[in-house]
């Protein structure tokens, strides 16, 4: 559980700004998913179970907080955990990290985590599938991995670990 305690801590001062800060920079109604971005640093940092598993407690800690549907976050940041964790390899982590594929393993997970939230959280079925999948998944997935960019200014040329 150790390994847990630190990327959780973080996880509250990202809700904190998910909550208050990121609706100011929507776009019609579309936010940026800081929580993903965090998700998927600390998945490929690791490797894919602990992106599993911290995909669960960023879900369930977030629904639990925000009082969304119980369950649609937990399995949306599991699966995205999961997919990022494809980019875990240990010979190629600073590269992912430290490159632009970061922004593209974010659009990636972004897509996947706003689609499969967007699906078990919607109540309105009566909308086109195609263009529910591109307002909810893709434009989000779009806007987060456009600001995980920022995430490039700020880690180290050096080794991560």
């Known amino acids: 559980m150790r390994?847990?305690?630190?990327p959780v801590i973080y996880f509250f001062l990202v809700l904190l700004l998910q909550t208050t800060v990121?609706?100011?920079?929507?776009?019609?109604?579309?936010?940026?998913?800081?929580?993903?971005?965090?998700?998927v640093f600390y998945t490929i940092r690791n490797n894919q179970i602990y992106g599993m598993i911290l995909g669960f407690i960023?879900?369930?800690l977030f629904d639990i907080i925000t009082g969304s549907l119980l369950g649609s976050s937990i399995i949306s940041k599991t699966i995205s955990g999961f997919t990022a964790g494809y980019f875990s390899n240990e010979n190629k982590r600073e590269t992912y990290l430290n490159s632009y594929a970061f922004p593209l393993i974010v659009l990636l997970?972004?897509?996947?985590?706003s689609f499969v939230y967007s699906f078990f959280s919607s109540s309105n079925l009566d909308s086109n599938f195609i263009l529910h999948m591109v307002q909810q998944g893709i434009f989000p997935g779009i806007y987060t991995a456009a600001i995980s960019v920022i995430v490039l200014f700020f880690m180290p040329k050096r080794s991560i670990r």
């Open 22 to 39: 990121v609706n100011l920079i929507s776009i019609s109604n579309i936010v940026p998913d800081l929580i993903l971005i965090l998700l």
């Open 3 to 6: 390994p847990y305690i630190l």
């Open 58 to 60: 960023f879900g369930f």
């Open 109 to 113: 997970c972004g897509i996947i985590d």
